[in-house]
């Protein structure tokens, strides 16, 4: 694993919006998975900049991203549906037919997971895969456990990313289930870059110097043999 130490938001976001299209240079057809949540916005922000500066283009990557809210239509303010379109897919040259996000709204949930599986196999799986990570150490929505889950499933949030998340959802509650694509397709990824703001430490550390353990998910990315961590402190892990 990579470890880098940056000291600003902003300097963590310029190193990974680089190395994502460092990555988009070397294969134009790409296949990226993306993370919702506060911490990607300024990687965002950085890919939409140098896209108008001509020194990216995205007309024949695709995305797929890794979860999505249950019972949230994809016009909903708070799915990651419109996230995605508001904070990135809206200001590139993505053709929005390449963006996939999990259908919080199916039916049957357990079909658009399998749906969801074999739409990654089908495009070949993941070349690099964006990463936040939660307090508890959740990477996706892939909450702490007794054991990894490999596959995409629906998940029940924990009682701290309900409270986590709430801030989203001004007046109310976010929803207490949700999509996530499991283990298998986050190892899967040829790469994987996670970042973390300044207020991620503790939980970085954990993950990343202590055990391997389902009760910390991301601590599995020690496994990785392409894996990147960039967290904000001031401090070595
Ligand atoms: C959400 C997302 C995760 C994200 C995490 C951290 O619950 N499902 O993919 O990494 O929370 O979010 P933030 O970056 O806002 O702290």
Same mark, same amino acid.
């Given at each position: 694993? $990579? $470890?880098?130490?940056?000291?600003? @938001? &902003? !300097?963590?976001?310029?190193?990974?919006?680089?190395?994502?299209? +460092?990555e988009i240079r070397r294969k134009p057809k790409a296949v990226l998975g993306l993370a919702t949540g506060s911490s990607p916005l300024g990687v965002y922000r950085h890919l939409i900049e140098m896209y108008r500066e001509g020194k990216v283009d995205f007309s024949c990557v695709r995305t797929v991203n890794l979860d999505e809210y249950c019972?949230?239509?994809?016009?909903?303010? !708070? #799915? @990651?549906?419109?996230?995605?379109r508001e904070n990135f897919f809206g200001?590139?040259?993505i053709d929005p037919q390449n963006t996939f996000i999990p259908n919080g709204t199916? !039916?049957?949930? &357990?079909? +658009?997971?399998?749906?969801y599986d074999h739409l990654i196999g089908w495009l070949g799986g993941i070349d690099l895969q964006l990463l936040g990570i939660g307090f508890n150490g959740h990477i996706g929505f892939? +909450?702490? #456990?007794?054991?990894?889950i490999e596959e995409t499933h629906r998940v029940r949030l924990t009682q701290s990313t309900l409270i986590a998340n709430a801030r989203f959802f001004p007046g109310g509650v976010?929803? =207490? @289930?949700a999509i996530t694509v499991g283990m298998k397709t986050i190892l899967g990824a040829k790469s994987v870059l996670l970042i973390a703001g =300044? +207020?991620? @430490?503790?939980?970085v550390k954990r993950a990343f110097t202590g055990e391997i353990t389902p009760r910390v998910p991301a601590s599995i990315l020690q496994t990785h043999s392409h894996a990147t961590v960039i967290y $904000?402190? !001031?401090e070595e892990l």
């Open positions: 694993m $990579v $470890v880098l130490r940056r000291d600003t @938001y &902003d !300097e963590m976001c310029r190193s990974a919006a680089d190395l994502i299209a +460092e019972g949230l239509p994809k016009d909903h303010p !708070e #799915s @990651y549906a419109r996230f995605m200001q590139i040259n199916a !039916e049957d949930p &357990d079909a +658009e997971c399998a749906r892939n +909450e702490p #456990s007794d054991r990894f976010p929803p =207490e @289930y =300044e +207020e991620k @430490y503790r939980i $904000v402190g !001031e």
